[in-house]
């Protein structure tokens, strides 16, 4: 079983090199980390924990960059009553 999560966090690496949408190959990298950090946290290989860890900090905080802008209701109302 243990093996099987490192081959999977494997996997899901290529998988998120190969998106074309960052935000997509973020997300997949996310899953990766997750399924790696286990990993490397259950055999105890702390170099790797560290990195799985800065690279989640890493990817969340691209994540959120990435949010599309969200525009208040108040705004949304004001210019659709101008536009009519």
Sequence with gaps: ???FVGWLGAA???V???QHNTIRLRQ???LAGAALLSFNLILGVWPNVAMELALAVVNLRRLIQLRPPTTPPAL???ATA???
Excluded: P
């Design 1 to 3: 079983m243990i093996e």
């Design 12 to 14: 899901l690496v290529l």
């Design 16 to 18: 998120s090199y190969a």
């Design 28 to 30: 997949i990298s996310l």
């Design 76 to 78: 949304v109302a004001s």
């Design 82 to 84: 101008t536009l009519s």
